[in-house]
């Protein structure tokens, strides 16, 4: 019998995202490996690491973005190209044996959105990561490197603080579907999409070995 092989790389914007791949391992099926960019901000670099693991052989590229920093201006003009250029996209090249899908998994504002969503729904519009984050405090959560340090893996603690995998992914689910039907594009996450897209019975581009 032949054995799935699946090779993911998740190109994340900062230590948070890092952090928060580690603490799932053991708990999702999927080996990834985490990428994180030098310059959160710039869309040159985010392009350049999806471009180095396409020449890598990865056959999965799944990004989180981050939207705080993408809701106006020269920064969103940029991402939207970025996005035109390689989302849900499949870059097929069999004289070199690549064959890659790129997808991009949006959070606004930021991952802690889906954090939030371990415990809750909401559609409140936060002005800032920094309001958001605020209110993740009652659970006891810091965004601070030395937090995601000693929490003991920012999945366990979101659970022993009460929340739930399960929950935040339905949570997820919802948010997008009250977005669509309020017009609005703020307080959502599109996680749900990622944590199906990393398990086998979900994920559409594979190879076997």
């Known amino acids: 019998m032949t054995k799935l092989k699946k090779t993911i790389a ?28 030098n310059h ?29 920093n993408k809701k106006q201006g020269r920064n969103r003009d940029n991402y939207l190209k970025l996005k035109k250029s390689y989302h849900d996209k499949r870059i097929y090249r069999p004289k070199k044996g690549l064959d890659t899908y790129i997808r991009f998994f949006e959070n606004e504002r930021c991952l802690e959105i889906w954090f939030y969503f371990y415990f809750k729904i ?6 800032s990561s920094d ?14 490197e030395d937090f995601f340090k000693s929490c003991q893996g920012l999945h366990r603690f979101l659970e022993s603080q009460g929340g739930n995998l ?25 996680m749900a999409d990622f944590f199906k897209s990393i398990d086998t019975k979900y994920i559409k581009k594979y190879i076997y070995a």
């Open 10 to 37: 998740v190109i994340g914007e900062g230590i948070t995202e890092k952090y928060y791949l580690k603490s799932l391992q053991g708990i999702i099926k999927a080996d990834i490996k985490p990428i994180i960019p």
């Open 40 to 68: 959160a901000t710039s869309m040159f670099d985010l392009e350049k690491q999806i471009k180095k693991a396409i020449e890598e052989g990865y056959n999965n590229i799944f990004c989180l973005i981050d939207m705080d």
């Open 122 to 127: 909401t559609t409140k519009e936060y002005l």
């Open 131 to 144: 309001e958001l984050c605020k209110e993740l405090e009652v659970y006891g959560y810091k965004k601070t």
């Open 166 to 190: 399960d929950f935040a992914i339905k949570n997820a689910e919802d948010s997008i579907k009250l977005k669509d039907r309020d017009g609005r594009d703020y307080t959502y996450s599109e």
